[in-house]
Every structure is written in structure tokens, then in C-alpha cells.
T-cell receptor
Framework: KAGVTQTPRYLIKTRGQQVTLSCSPI?????VSWYQQTPGQGLQFLFE???????NKGNFPGRFSGRQFSNSRSEMNVSTLELGDSALYLC?????????????FGPGTRLTVT | KQEVTQIPAALSVPEGENLVLNCSFT??????LQWFRQDPGKGLTSLLL?????REQTSGRLNASLDKSSGRSTLYIAASQPGDSATYLC?????????????FGQGTTLQVKP
């Protein structure tokens, strides 16, 4: 069974631009979560989607948004990029409908903002 | 507000040693606790998941315990090998909302010397 896939793996953008990252969950998984990882803040929760609905949202500005499609694939978008948005963005998927399931992470997208 | 702490931040041991990594959390109302491994620049690999009703889980040379009442978990690695060198992260699934949001510790970076 294929794992969680994320595209692109690496991205370089300029301040002020916008970016879209994609995540394909493990087949059959309907819950997708996004996390930002930086050396200073560690791993921080961005948002979670289940059956195309945002179920929870972390403490990030409105420039960060996401969505989930009917096939459970998810995208996150960051508008008006800032230097501080440089990070590893990780996506995780889970089978369980509640919060009790094991989460499986993708390889991440490394975003560099210059 | 749930907070997760991992001690020590870094650990260096000779090959063959048994070792214990510690994780503590401030709010005992959790759904589960998950241990992950992260290699430099890579995504997270799930090692063990302990549900709130369980006391421990084992996988190969790894054993994780959970004491909800004291807000602690330990990851025991037996007969460490150089290939175990990585950053180990623990994360709790917050019990305050029925979602998949994980709250992570800052990790313990392990180096196993041949």
C-alpha cells in the first residue's frame, strides 16, 4: 500500500508570492492533517480535514488555508509569503473517523522563502 | 493548554546500550500518545501508538509505556544500533476535542556511536 505522498518535495519562492502544496493520503484514509516544522518552534498543527470539512484549525494567520477534495486529497495554500514561512510542511493521514487512530506522515515539502 | 516536554534534548551512547527517552505532558486528558522517529530532512515514521486505556506497547527492540495519571511516557530502546540515530518525537492526541490534532514535544536527538 502506498504511503502518504506530498508534492512538490522542494520549493523556493519569493516574499509576497503564494504557494500551493499537495498531499495524497494513504488509500482509504479520510482524515488529513497539516503541520509546520521549524527549528525554533518545532512541529505545529495547522489544520485537519475530514470528509472535505475542516475539523480543526491551529493558531496560524488567515494567509494559511487548506481544502480537501472528495477523493481525500488535500491542498494547503499560503498567500503573501513571508520569510518566516520557510519550513518543512508535513501532511499526515489517518484511517479513524475519531481522533483515536494512528497517524502516518508524508516526506514533507521543504519551502524556502527568499 | 496541553504542553509536551521531552528530556533530554540530545543523547549520545555507545552501540549496544539500552536507553530510555522521556516524554511528559501537562494534561492527562489524552486520547493516545504516539512515538515517532525523524531522520534529518525527512518526514516522521510512526514507531508506537499507545491508546489512553493502555499501559504499554512493544515493537521489536522498542517498548513504550504510558502513565496518564502522572503525565509521563517512556520509550525504551534495547541494544541500540548506529541505525537508531535519529530524532525521536512524542506526540499526544488532545482529549479536549475529537479530532486528530497532535501536540508534539521538541524531540530527543539520539546518536549511537559504533
Amino acid at each position: 500500500k502506498a504511503g502518504v505522498t506530498q508534492t512538490p518535495r522542494y520549493l523556493i519562492k519569493t516574499r509576497g508570492q503564494q504557494v500551493t502544496l499537495s498531499c495524497s493520503p494513504i488509500s482509504g484514509h479520510r482524515s488529513v492533517s497539516w503541520y509546520q516544522q521549524t527549528p525554533g518552534q518545532g512541529l505545529q498543527f495547522l489544520f485537519e480535514y475530514f470528509s472535505e470539512t475542516q475539523r480543526n484549525k491551529g493558531n496560524f494567520p488567515g494567509r494559511f488555508s487548506g481544502r480537501q477534495f472528495s477523493n481525500s486529497r488535500s491542498e494547503m495554500n499560503v498567500s503573501t509569503l513571508e520569510l518566516g514561512d520557510s519550513a518543512l510542511y508535513l501532511c499526515a493521514s489517518s484511517l479513524a473517523t475519531s481522533g483515536s487512530g494512528e497517524q502516518y506522515f508524508g516526506p514533507g515539502t521543504r519551502l524556502t522563502v527568499t | 493548554k496541553q504542553e509536551v516536554t521531552q528530556i533530554p534534548a540530545a543523547l549520545s551512547v555507545p552501540e549496544g546500550e539500552n536507553l530510555v527517552l522521556n516524554c511528559s505532558f501537562t494534561d492527562s486528558a489524552i486520547y493516545n500518545l504516539q512515538w515517532f522517529r525523524q531522520d534529518p530532512g525527512k518526514g516522521l515514521t510512526s514507531l508506537l501508538l499507545i491508546q489512553s486505556s493502555q499501559r504499554e506497547q512493544t515493537s521489536g527492540r522498542l517498548n513504550a509505556s504510558l502513565d496518564k495519571s502522572s503525565g509521563r511516557s517512556t520509550l525504551y530502546i534495547a541494544a541500540s544500533q548506529p541505525g537508531d540515530s535519529a530524532t525521536y518525537l512524542c506526540a499526544v492526541r488532545d482529549g479536549s476535542s475529537n479530532t486528530g490534532k497532535l501536540i508534539f514535544g521538541q524531540g530527543t536527538t539520539l546518536q549511537v556511536k559504533p
